[in-house]
């Protein structure tokens, strides 16, 4: 099944959550936040508090994370904590990409793995059984 999740990358911080009940009543089942460290990419965005935001504006939907971080196993229990639904990391953030998807599930979460334009899908073979999502990008991570 695919599913689409509309980004709040876009999503103007003073109406952080008007803006994202307005993309729920345009129909979207899904919320996407792209999660940028200033490290691994060279953009700062969201953390655990705008996703703990959006639960305490009642947004119950599935709210999926894209971790763009340089070490993302360090946010894992964070954004479990703030109500995300499901965390995708790029595999060479961590460094036992089996452990972080384990722990992700351990939290409660669905696990995924987000995959650049450039690399092939191969690289995902040794990880599929842990995986509940794929992220197949159309960009490099922190280009527009």
Known sequence: MVTVSPSLLSANGARFAE????????????LHFDVMDHQYVSQLTFGPMFCQALRQEHISCPIDVHLMTQNSDTY???????????????LETTQDPIQSLEHIREKGMQSG?????????KILLPY????????IMSVVPGQA
Request: charged share 25%.
């Open 128 to 135: 599929l059984e842990k995986c509940d999502r794929i992220l």
């Open 76 to 90: 894992i229990d964070e954004f479990a904590k703030a109500g995300a639904t499901s965390i995708c990391f790029h």
């Open 19 to 30: 803006e994202a009940h307005d993309v729920l009543r345009s129909g979207a089942t899904r």
């Open 113 to 121: 793995i987000a995959l650049s334009p450039h690399e092939s899908p």
